[in-house]
C-alpha cells in the first residue's frame, strides 16, 4: 500500500496558502432586516449568490440564491432574511492552511464561509470554491514565472554569494599521451562554464584555449594540470606541466613551427597552431618555460566583453 | 540545409548519430589538422577529414559543428563510433576522397 503516493504542487500550495491569502475582502454583508425581494437585488447587483449576515457587526448567520428560490417559489418575497438564514454558520479564520477550506467544503457541501477573525470575531471576508482555486492559479503562475526566470539566467552562482571576492576554481588532471582522453578536461570545463550561466561565445573561446593547453600537454609532457578560475570580471586558465620545456618561445609561438613527432603530426594534432589558438581567443596570454622543468600557461578571458 | 537531404544526395553511410540527422548544416570545413579545425571551422559545419581517431568527436563538440564525413570509406576507430554515439554526433563514411566529396558538396550549396 506504501505506494509513492504522489503529492502534487498543488496540493503542496493549499498548505502553503491561508485562507486570508485568497478571500474575497470585499463582503458585501446583509442585515437581519433585510427582506428577501432586496436581497435578490443585491445578488444581482454584486454578482453574488450567498452572503453572511450581520446584526451589530456581529455574524448571525449566512443566507444564499437557495434560499431566495425557495421564498420565490413559496411566494414569501417579502420575508425578512432573519427568518429564512441559516445559523448554523461553519466559519473559517483567516490564519488557517486552505487545506482545511478544501476539506470543510467537501464535507459540507456549502458554497461559501465566512471568515472571521480570531481577535473580536470580526467578519474578515467571505471564501468560495472559486477564491480557491483562483488562488492556487495565481500562485502557480507566480511559481512557474520565478522558474522560468530562473532557467533563462541558468544559476547565477556570482549573485548568490556575497563576497569581496569570489573564484570559483575548476581543476583537471592530464594524463601524457593518453589520446583516448585527450580533450575530455576541456569538454568538462565547457559543461562547468556553461552551468554558471556564462556568455556562450566566451564559453566556447576558453574551451579552444583549454582544449589547446590540454593537447600540448597530452603531446609533449608527462601529464599536468588544467584549471579555470572563474571570478565574475574574468577566466583564468592556467596550464602546467613538467614536462621537457620550450626552448624557443618565440618561434613556437609562430603559426605552423611544430616539433611534434610524425606520429602526433599524423594524427592531426601537433600541427604548430596551438599556442596561436590560445592567444588568438584569450584577452592576455603568458608563457612561463624553462627546459627540464616544465611550462606553465596562463591565459585570461575578460566577462565583461573587453575583446 | 539539412543534414538528412546532403546524407540522401551523396549516398554516403551514416554510422553514428542518426537521430541528429535533422541538423541544420550551415556550412563546410575540410582539414585533418586538429588545431586548424579549431581555429578556422564555424558553429554547424559539416567536416570532412580523412582522420578516425576519436579526437575528432571532441574536436567536433567543441566546435558545435553539425557532422563529420570521413572519406576514403576509411574504417572508424571502434573507440571513436562510441563516444560519437554517447554524444549524438553525426559521422557519415564516403568512398569518395576528400576532393570529390568537398566538390559535389559544394555544387549541392554547402558553402562558407
Not at chain 1, 253 to 263: E, K, N
Not at chain 1, 270 to 283: E, Y
Request: proline content about 3%.
Amino acid at each position: 500500500m506504501a505506494e509513492n503516493k504522489k503529492y502534487t504542487k498543488t496540493q503542496e500550495l493549499t498548505y502553503e496558502l491561508r485562507v486570508k491569502d485568497v478571500m474575497n475582502r470585499t463582503v458585501v454583508a446583509v442585515s437581519p432586516k433585510t427582506t428577501i425581494n432586496e436581497l435578490r437585488e443585491i445578488f444581482r447587483d454584486n454578482r453574488i449568490s450567498g452572503t453572511p449576515v450581520e446584526d451589530k457587526g456581529k455574524l448571525i448567520g449566512i443566507i444564499s440564491i437557495e434560499d431566495v428560490i425557495n421564498c420565490l417559489s413559496e411566494g414569501e418575497m417579502d420575508a425578512i432574511v432573519a427568518d429564512k438564514m441559516s445559523t448554523n454558520v461553519e466559519v473559517l479564520r483567516p490564519d488557517e492552511p486552505l487545506v482545511h477550506a478544501v476539506s470543510k467544503f467537501n464535507k459540507s457541501g456549502f458554497g461559501r464561509f465566512p471568515v472571521i477573525e480570531r481577535d473580536g470575531g470580526k467578519l474578515a471576508g467571505v471564501i468560495t470554491k472559486g477564491d480557491i482555486i483562483k488562488g492556487i492559479l495565481e500562485k502557480l503562475e507566480i511559481h512557474y514565472h520565478e522558474e522560468e526566470i530562473q532557467r533563462h539566467r541558468a544559476s547565477y552562482i556570482f549573485d548568490d554569494i556575497v563576497a569581496d571576492q569570489t573564484t570559483l576554481s575548476f581543476q583537471y588532471n592530464i594524463k601524457s599521451k593518453d589520446f583516448n582522453r585527450a580533450g575530455e578536461s576541456s569538454s568538462q570545463l565547457k559543461k562547468a562554464l556553461n552551468c554558471l550561466g556564462i556568455q556562450p561565445d566566451l564559453v566556447r573561446r576558453s574551451a579552444i584555449a583549454a582544449y589547446e593547453a590540454e593537447m600540448n600537454i597530452v603531446v609533449f609532457a608527462d601529464g599536468g594540470r588544467l584549471s579555470a578560475a572563474v571570478q565574475t570580471s574574468q577566466i583564468k586558465l592556467t596550464a602546467s606541466d613538467s614536462g621537457p620545456g620550450i626552448p624557443d618561445i618565440e618561434k613556437a609561438m609562430q603559426p605552423g613551427y611544430s616539433t611534434a613527432p610524425d606520429w602526433v603530426q599524423e594524427l592531426g594534432f601537433g600541427a604548430g597552431m596551438g599556442l596561436m589558438n590560445i592567444k588568438n581567443c584569450t584577452d592576455k596570454m603568458d608563457i612561463q618555460s624553462e627546459i627540464g622543468k616544465g611550462t606553465h600557461i596562463t591565459a585570461i578571458i575578460y566577462l565583461n566583453n573587453k575583446k | 540545409m539539412k543534414l538528412e537531404a546532403i546524407v540522401e544526395k551523396m549516398n554516403m553511410k551514416v554510422v553514428s548519430g542518426s537521430s541528429q540527422l535533422d541538423r541544420e548544416v550551415t556550412g563546410g570545413y575540410a582539414s585533418d589538422l586538429m588545431s586548424d579545425v579549431i581555429a578556422n571551422s564555424k558553429e554547424g559545419d559539416l567536416w570532412v577529414t580523412l582522420q578516425i581517431h576519436q579526437n575528432i568527436v571532441a574536436v567536433a563538440q567543441l566546435k558545435e559543428l553539425s557532422g563529420i564525413i570521413i572519406v576514403n570509406n576509411r574504417n572508424i576507430e571502434v573507440e571513436t563510433l562510441k563516444k560519437a554515439k554517447e554524444v549524438g554526433l553525426p559521422i557519415m563514411v564516403t568512398e569518395l576522397p576528400a576532393f570529390e566529396i568537398i566538390g559535389k558538396l559544394y555544387e549541392l550549396g554547402v558553402d562558407r
